[in-house]
T-cell receptor, first 114, second 115 residues
Framework: AQSVTQLGSHVSVSEGALVLLRCNYS??????LFWYVQYPNQGLQLLLK??????LVKGINGFEAEFKKSETSFHLTKPSAHMSDAAEYFC????????????FGPGTSLSVIP | EAGVAQSPRYKIIEKRQSVAFWCNPI?????LYWYQQILGQGPKLLIQ????????DSQLPKDRFSAERLKGVDSTLKIQPAKLEDSAVYLC?????????????FGPGTRLLVL
């Protein structure tokens, strides 16, 4: 069975500092991996996805994530945090089969301190 | 392009009452998903439709939850009777084709409180 763990339910960074949100996955086969962002009272929005092409994936709003098979990790980073980045971030995993469902992690709440 | 629409945005009911949520996906999207998001947790898939057929409903509590997708477009999720533990945000999402590589587009959700 697939699963996702996100280390740290809440992360605080200063404006302009590096953002690092951690995600580790468990999957018996190479998976697809995703990061979604959820702003207050809104639905989820896809930030980026890994589908077995380049291991370094660039997404929207300056975010990127690196797939490391040996560490079963897919950490999300952004070089410089902006106030507008404050939101809930979800890592998700899915098998590479049609119709397969996406399993979401518990989420990490990011706060940006001015 | 209009996004995924959901209504109502908020609903408060008493336990044992029934409630229904409506979702209108992005035009042309064949796949529609209903998720339950309990406070502090990630979304959990309840049911997935491909056009008007059910692809996955393995985590749908079928004794109280039901869902349908009329003519492969709009969808309704119903809870009858509601329990306290059903308090959550119900998210609808759609995508162009089935398969995880297709991005899912989410609606704003319906926040349900069961008293």
């Amino acid at each position: 069975a697939q699963s996702v763990t996100q280390l740290g339910s809440h992360v605080s960074v200063s404006e302009g500092a590096l953002v690092l949100l951690r995600c580790n996955y468990s999957s018996s086969v190479p998976p697809y991996l995703f990061w979604y962002v959820q702003y207050p009272n809104q639905g989820l929005q896809l930030l980026l996805k890994y589908t077995s092409a380049a291991t370094l994936v660039k997404g929207i709003n300056g975010f990127e994530a690196e797939f490391k098979k040996s560490e079963t990790s897919f950490h999300l980073t952004k070089p410089s945090a902006h106030m507008s980045d404050a939101a809930e971030y979800f890592c998700a995993v899915s098998r590479k089969t049609s119709y397969d469902k996406v399993i979401f992690g518990p989420g990490t709440s990011l706060s940006v301190i001015p | 392009e209009a996004g995924v629409a959901q209504s109502p945005r908020y609903k408060i009911i008493e336990k044992r009452q029934s409630v229904a949520f409506w979702c209108n996906p992005i035009s042309g999207h064949a796949t529609l998903y209903w998720y339950q998001q309990i406070l502090g947790q990630g979304p959990k898939l309840l049911i997935q439709f491909q056009n008007n057929g059910v692809v996955d409903d393995s985590q749908l509590p079928k004794d109280r939850f039901s869902a349908e997708r009329l003519k492969g477009v709009d969808s309704t999720l119903k809870i009858q009777p509601a329990k306290l533990e059903d308090s959550a945000v119900y998210l609808c999402a759609s995508s162009t084709l089935a398969g995880a590589t297709r991005a899912q587009y989410f609606g704003p959700g319906t926040r349900l409180l069961v008293l």
